[in-house]
């Protein structure tokens, strides 16, 4: 059962353009949600991460919305640069004990063109 | 310069052999995890840690097993029952919830493993 719903799964961005990702979760017991971002055989990197008590979170061009009462979560990423082109992934915990058991969205490729 | 690293970066095995897939961190992290990554998937979770000598499944450890003897060390085996292992692993590090609110999972570079 998939917890974390993504899309869409490719973007094509001019540069200049916002990049809008966007996902959607089930389980209501999930208290932060991160994004990732992941260059081509490299590990992911976190780009930014929410908690469920503010419904927005900005830095720098990467901002993130949330919908505590829709259960959806979107990252935009303004002024998109060629350098921006990479695999994001949604992310959402819930507590296990004192680990963060991460479940991730399917990944959406961005290429942003010159 | 602290961080994780998983070796080796590309590993063959044949179909039928255990293969065990290295990760260690400096980052004097309690948790650490190892992940599987196949196209279109995203990122699926194997096996997790909390703290030395004690692991929980994840939601796909059918075929692996792991170890956690040293907190700096969290070893992944890929068994012959493990139907179908070519992928992408990741292993990751991450503070627990009784020393901060971040929760930031910290990855290393990765292992590809095809199994011809």
């Known amino acids: 059962q998939q917890q974390v719903k993504q899309s869409p799964q490719s973007l094509i961005v001019q540069k200049g353009g916002i990049s809008i990702i966007n996902c959607a979760y089930e389980n209501t017991a999930f208290d932060y949600f991160p994004w990732y971002q992941q260059f081509p055989g490299k590990g992911p990197a976190l780009l930014i991460a929410i908690r469920p008590d503010v419904s927005e979170k900005k830095e720098g061009r990467f901002t993130i919305s949330f919908n505590k009462s829709a259960k959806q979560f979107s990252l935009h990423i303004m002024d998109s640069q060629p350098g921006d082109s990479a695999t994001y992934f949604c992310?959402?915990?819930?507590?296990?004990?004192?680990?963060?058991?991460?479940?991730f969205g399917t990944g959406t490729r961005l290429q942003v063109t010159l | 310069d602290g961080g994780i690293t998983q070796s080796p970066k590309y590993l063959f095995r044949k179909e039928g052999q255990n293969v065990t897939l290295s990760c260690e961190q400096n980052?004097?992290?309690?948790?650490m995890y190892w992940y599987r990554q196949d196209p279109g998937q995203g990122l699926r979770l194997i096996y997790y840690?909390?703290?030395?000598?004690?692991?929980q499944k994840g939601d796909i450890a059918e075929g692996y097993s792991v170890s956690r003897e040293k907190k700096e060390s969290f070893p992944l085996t890929v068994t012959s029952a493990q139907k179908n292992p070519t992928a992408f692993y990741l292993c990751a590090s991450s503070l627990t919830r009784d020393r901060g609110e971040n929760n930031e999972q910290f990855f290393g570079p990765g292992t590809r493993l095809t199994v011809l």
């Open positions: 840690s909390q703290i030395v000598n004690d692991f």
């Open positions: 992310a959402a915990s819930s507590d296990y004990g004192t680990a963060s058991k991460l479940t």
């Open positions: 980052l004097n992290h309690d948790a």
